[in-house]
């Protein structure tokens, strides 16, 4: 059983487009994240989410829009699609254990996104 | 956010030991320090952390100096599919923030 899935994994698409990448996990966890590795494999936080409340969100266009649905699904929405928006994005989720800083994260496989 | 200072990479025989080391001076008391793994075109993957004390678990086993103000990942025995980028992160107590730096590239050769 995948723990945190992505789909699509590989996403090929046109500037100016409208795209979305799913992520679910079934670990029951209660916070979810989305990460982008760009093309130096430099890998940044972008968003995270607690029980479907938003909690983190980096300095992140607006065209980026995550949606949650319940805590089980983050889904990563992104909009007039550019050049520059060409990465892998990692879904990742982690179970509060009452100290932060000791969660562990359970990332996904990735979505790699090229646009053309 | 505190800082890890890491080698950008370094190699090992399969079978020997890896002790991949990271510096983190500019730690506070309440940081917590993770490590992370990403094998080629995966995700990153959760390898151990700690507090103040050594740990060890079915990975790795991780030392961390008296004054916190360094670690040290411990491999006991590298594998081929051990090689991967390894990833030092300070976790402040009450930031759900994980930042990764640069890393460690490990290779292994047979």
């Known amino acids: 059983d995948t723990a945190v899935s992505q789909t699509p994994k590989y996403l090929v698409t046109q500037m100016g487009n409208d795209k979305s990448i799913k992520c679910e996990q079934n670990?029951?966890?209660?916070?979810m994240y989305w990460y982008k590795q760009d093309s130096k494999k430099f890998l940044k936080i972008m968003f995270s989410?607690?029980?479907?409340?938003?909690?983190i969100n980096e300095t992140v266009p607006n065209r980026f829009s995550p949606k949650s649905p319940d805590k089980a699904h983050l889904n990563l929405h992104i909009n007039s699609l550019e050049l520059g928006d060409s990465a892998v994005y990692f879904c990742?989720?982690?179970?509060?254990?009452?100290?932060?800083?000791?969660?562990?994260?359970?990332f996904g496989a990735g979505s790699r996104l090229t646009v053309l | 956010d505190a800082k890890t200072t890491q080698p950008n990479s370094m190699e090992s025989n399969e079978e020997e030991p890896v002790h991949l080391p990271c510096n983190h001076s500019?730690?506070?008391?309440?940081?917590?320090i993770h490590w992370y793994r990403q094998l080629p075109s995966q995700g990153p993957e959760y390898v151990i952390h700690?507090?103040?004390s050594n740990v060890n678990n079915r990975m790795a086993s991780l030392a961390i100096a008296e004054d916190r103000k360094s670690s040290t990942l411990i491999l006991h025995r590298a594998t081929l599919r051990d090689a991967a980028v390894y990833y030092c992160?300070?976790?402040?107590?009450?930031?759900?923030?994980?930042?990764f730096g640069t890393g460690t590239r490990l290779q292994v050769f047979p």
């Open positions: 990742a989720s982690s179970q509060d254990r009452g100290l932060v800083g000791a969660n562990v994260l359970t």
């Open positions: 670990l029951g966890h209660d916070t």
């Open positions: 989410y607690n029980n479907k409340e938003l909690i």
């Open positions: 500019t730690i506070s008391g309440t940081d917590y």
């Open positions: 700690g507090l103040t």
């Open positions: 992160i300070l976790r402040a107590i009450n930031t759900d923030k994980l930042i």
